[in-house]
C-alpha cells in the first residue's frame, strides 16, 4: 500500500536525479573530449528537465483519513508585502529628508532644485515614494522563503533589512541626491540618514506586522493506492483510476509582476 503523493514524488524525484546522473557523466568526459585540441572549444552535453507528462492507473483501497497540511495563503503574502513596502517608502522618505536638509546648505538654487522637488513638490514626492514601494516589493519576493518563520510569521529583522537595503540604494544612493550630498554635505549625513531611517522602520514594522501570519491550515483527503498489475485484478472497476499528471517546469512564474 502506498500514498498518491508518495508515489508521484518518487517518480518525479528519479526523473531529477536522472537528470543529474546524465550531467554528472558528461562532466566526466569532459577531458576525453577535450584533448584533442580541436576540441576545446566543444560545448558539453547536458539534460534539463522540461514539460514532463506521464499516465498513473491506480486503485483505491483506503479512504477514511484526512490529513492536515499547512501552505503559504499567497494573497495574505502578496498583501502583507504591498501594505509594508507603501508604509516603509513614506517612513524612509520622511526620515531621510530631515537628516538632508541639516547636512545641506540653506538658500543654494542647487541645493534647493534637488531636495525641493522631493520636499515640496507632493507629486514628484509621490513618485518617488511609488518607485521606493516597487523596489522593495521585489526585493521582498525575492527573499519570500527568508522572510516568512516557520510558524508563519514574519521575521522582522530580515524585512527590516531588506527595507534598509533598498533605502541605501535607491535613496541615499539616487544619482542626484548622492551628487548634491557629496558636494555639500557634511561627512557623516549618510550614517545619521541611515540611522534616522532604521528607527523609523522599527517603530513602524510591528504595527504593519501584528497578527499576520500567511500559513493556512487544510484538511486534505489522504488515500492509499495500489499500483502493481496484481494488486489492480483484485480491485472492482470502480476502484481503479487514471491519473494524468503534466508538469511544465519552464512556465512556472514566481514572482507576481509590478504594478
Do not use: W
Not at 518518487?10 to 576525453?32: C, G, I, T
Not at 498513473?56 to 504591498?82: H, W
Not at 509594508?84 to 540653506?106: Q, R, T
Not at 557634511?186 to 504595527?207: C, I, Q, R, Y
Request: proline content about 3%; glycine content about 4%; overall charge negative.
Amino acid at each position: 500500500m502506498a500514498q498518491l503523493s508518495s508515489i508521484i514524488s518518487s517518480v518525479l524525484r528519479d526523473m531529477v536525479y536522472a537528470q543529474h546522473q546524465a550531467n554528472m557523466y558528461a562532466v566526466s568526459l569532459e577531458d576525453l573530449y577535450r584533448k584533442d585540441e580541436r576540441l576545446e572549444n566543444f560545448a558539453l552535453p547536458s539534460v534539463a528537465m522540461g514539460e514532463i507528462e506521464f499516465s498513473l492507473q491506480y486503485g483505491v483501497t483506503d479512504a477514511a483519513v484526512n490529513v492536515e497540511q499547512y501552505e503559504i495563503n499567497y494573497p495574505v503574502m502578496r498583501g502583507m508585502m504591498k501594505d509594508v513596502s507603501n508604509s516603509c517608502a513614506d517612513l524612509l522618505l520622511s526620515s531621510a529628508m530631515p537628516v538632508f536638509y541639516d547636512a545641506l546648505p540653506p538658500n543654494n538654487a542647487e541645493v534647493d532644485l534637488v531636495m525641493g522637488s522631493l520636499g515640496d513638490d507632493m507629486k514628484k514626492r509621490r513618485d518617488f515614494s511609488a518607485f521606493l514601494s516597487r523596489k522593495m516589493m521585489r526585493s521582498l519576493q525575492k527573499e519570500s522563503t527568508a522572510i516568512i518563520n516557520d510558524d508563519g510569521t514574519l521575521n522582522q529583522s530580515t524585512i527590516l533589512k531588506v527595507i534598509l537595503d533598498v533605502g541605501n540604494r535607491y535613496l541615499l544612493n539616487q544619482e542626484d541626491i548622492k551628487e548634491i550630498l557629496d558636494q555639500h554635505g557634511h561627512d557623516d549625513f549618510k550614517e545619521k540618514a541611515l540611522a534616522s531611517m532604521k528607527t523609523a522602520v522599527e517603530n513602524g514594522l510591528p504595527a504593519l506586522l501584528k497578527d499576520v501570519n500567511v500559513m493556512r491550515k487544510r484538511m486534505v483527503p489522504s488515500v492509499d493506492v495500489c499500483v502493481s498489475s496484481e494488486e489492480l485484478s483484485k480491485l472492482p472497476e470502480e476502484a481503479i483510476h487514471t491519473l494524468r499528471f503534466k508538469v511544465s517546469p519552464n512556465n512556472i512564474n514566481l514572482y507576481m509582476n509590478e504594478e
